[in-house]
């Protein structure tokens, strides 16, 4: 990965394991795997966010379920295929991990920096209290011609902002990236409950 390809997907994110390692796939005889990380926000709660790590970074035999993690990489997506639709998957994808022995400044445990490009109309909402809400999906160049689209929600002031953005604009975001539960309904009689991960806007800028 080229330097420039980091700077414009980079997050740090540190937090407990709280799962075992799941294997995804292999690329070249290296083997990837899925683990989940709770992460602590400023309130009292937490966002459970998953990694994919190669095994030659860790030890993915090992139960590290409790142990404390560095991770900085990438916020990585792909179009996973489920019946005739497809679902966009997101994790962060590891190119470093320490491991540390406690942590105490809870306001550098999840930080995350995108340079793209709009590839949607922004959707803009107010919630019943008032308060402005603009979803933004951001293309996000890689490597090779690929691209990672991640979907990110602001508010406020920068959701006014963001709303007045057409598609192709060029922006700057900063944030973390949350974990948000929420009901999907399959058919009439079912539902399911699922998680979404997005970048939760604290900073946005126009790069035009």
């Known amino acids: 990965m080229s330097e420039k390809g980091m700077e414009n997907n980079r997050v740090t994110v540190i937090g407990t394991i709280v799962s075992e390692f799941v294997f995804s796939h292999a690329v070249y005889g290296e083997g990837f795997y899925l683990v989940e990380l709770s992460v602590n926000r400023l309130s009292e709660q937490a966002d459970v966010i998953p990694l994919m790590i190669s ?5 993915v035999s090992a139960d590290l379920r409790g142990c404390t993690i560095e991770a900085t990489g990438q916020f990585r997506s792909y179009n ?8 966009l998957v997101l994790s962060v994808f590891v190119r470093e991990v320490t491991f540390l022995e406690e942590f105490t400044d809870y306001t550098k445990t999840n930080q995350i920096f995108l340079d793209g490009y709009i590839c949607k109309e922004p959707i803009y909402r107010k919630t019943p209290l008032g308060r402005e809400i603009a979803d933004l999906l951001v293309a996000v160049n890689r490597p090779y011609g690929k691209s990672d689209y991640i979907p990110c929600i602001s ?7 963001a709303s007045g953005f057409t598609v192709g604009t060029r ?9 948000r539960e929420y009901t999907k309904k399959l058919n009439e009689t079912e539902c399911e409950k699922r998680t979404a991960y997005e970048v939760s806007v604290s900073k946005l800028e126009c790069a035009e």
Do not use: C, M, P, Y
């Not at 406020?156 to 902002?161: L, T, V």
């Open 80 to 87: 996973r295929h489920e019946g005739t639709k497809n679902r």
């Open 155 to 161: 508010w406020g002031r920068n959701a006014r902002f």
């Open 171 to 179: 922006v700057l975001i900063w944030g973390r990236v949350q974990s």
């Open 55 to 59: 095994e030659r970074l860790i030890d």
